[in-house]
């Protein structure tokens, strides 16, 4: 089973600023399928990336996903109000099973 | 629009069985791949298991921890999901969601349902 380490655990930013979410993987993600998602208090998750770095409908142009093998990152430039909330990066390329991170919780400084 | 909704959840004691109910809406529900996913209150998701369609031989695959005692199933005509527990334990306390594959390429959640808890207590 792959385990995805996700850091920083919490990451205090305040709006307008750029926000770096990190995803490691115990073994190469076969094929760069990772993807990420959003998730608010009370509410399910959301997809905002799938295949490391392609943008889920309807996503903003905010949020950028890069990485390969074993290390991927989420990016969010100029973060707005709306942007805080705890991130999920899941993969899903190697046997099962599906496997998510622990979870970054953005919050505002 | 796409809609899932869930059903089914509530209190059961350890030992007890309960089966959860997911429609489906929106789009084409017998073409779909789905899958449930589990939360525990303050905790992380958990990928619980998931279906193919009948085109796809109604495949079915489970996570380590739920293997033989959870057992996903789906019944096109009602354009719905179904997740039945077994033997339930405190441990499978939490929030289900089902949530629709996006695509075969990409085994990922695009759209997910509100959720229905699964508190299990004696």
């Known amino acids: 089973e792959i385990v995805l380490t996700q850091s920083p655990g919490t990451l205090s930013l305040s709006p307008g600023e750029r926000a770096t979410l990190s995803c490691r993987a115990s073994?190469?993600?076969?094929?760069?399928?990772l993807a990420w998602y959003q998730q608010k208090p009370g509410q399910a998750p959301r997809l905002l990336i799938y295949?490391?770095?392609s943008r889920a409908t309807g996503i903003s142009d905010r949020f950028s996903g890069s990485g390969s093998g074993t290390d991927f990152t989420l990016t969010i430039s100029r973060l707005e109000p709306e942007d805080f909330a705890v991130y999920y990066c899941q993969q899903y390329g190697n046997s099962f099973p599906y496997t998510f991170g622990q979870g970054t919780k953005l919050e505002i400084k | 629009e796409v809609q899932l909704v869930e059903s089914g959840g509530g209190l059961v004691k350890p030992g007890g069985t309960l089966r959860l109910s997911c429609a489906g809406t929106g789009f084409s529900f017998s073409d779909a791949w789905m899958s449930w996913v589990r939360q525990a209150p303050g905790k992380g998701l958990e990928w619980v298991g998931r279906i193919k369609s009948k085109r796809g031989g109604e495949t079915r695959d489970y996570a380590a921890p739920v293997k033989g005692r959870f057992s996903i199933s789906r019944d096109d005509s009602k354009n719905t999901v179904y997740l039945e527990i077994n033997s339930l334990k405190m441990e499978d306390t939490a929030v289900y969601y089902c949530a629709k594959v996006f695509a075969l390429e990409h085994l990922v959640f695009d759209y997910w349902g509100q959720g229905t808890l699964v508190s299990v207590s004696s």
């Open positions: 073994q190469s993600v076969s094929s760069n399928y």
């Open positions: 295949g490391a770095s």
